[in-house]
Nanobody
Framework: QVQLVESGGGLVQAGGSLRLSCSASGSFFAINTMGWYRQAPGKERELVGTINSVGGTNYADSVKGRFTISRDNAKNTVYLQMNSLKLEDTAVYYC???????????????WGQGTQVTVSS
């Protein structure tokens, strides 16, 4: 079983910054890709960005140049540094772990519980 704990969401003014964290614990051997998704009210969940096991990153066009994903493999933690926040960044942000090796040739995908980010004018 793998547990994810997200933190760092909150209320921030437009142009401000927030840093989200997502830590994984439990029984597993390795995590391939770690990422962040978001879902705004009335919209579908969308990719924010991902980072693979060797540090390669991928971002949605809407956040490129403003958001940075990083990971600490020793802590099994992924971070999302969000700068120059805009009103349209308001959403529930979910961390995602893809291709988690839980042993016996089994790989699973896991989602965090979500953390609210609200950007005000």
């Amino acid at each position: 079983q793998v547990q994810l704990v997200e933190s760092g969401g909150g209320l921030v003014q437009a142009g401000g910054s927030l840093r989200l964290s997502c830590s994984a614990s439990g029984s597993f051997f390795a995590i391939n890709t770690m990422g962040w998704y978001r879902q705004a009210p009335g919209k579908e969940r969308e990719l924010v960005g991902t980072i693979n096991s060797v540090g390669g990153t991928n971002y949605a066009d809407s956040v490129k140049g403003r958001f940075t994903i990083s990971r600490d493999n020793a802590k099994n933690t992924v971070y999302l540094q969000m700068n120059s926040l805009k009103l349209e960044d308001t959403a529930v942000y979910y961390c995602n772990l893809d291709r988690v090796n839980i042993g016996r040739g089994t790989f699973r995908n896991y989602w965090g519980q979500g953390t609210q980010v609200t950007v005000s004018s």
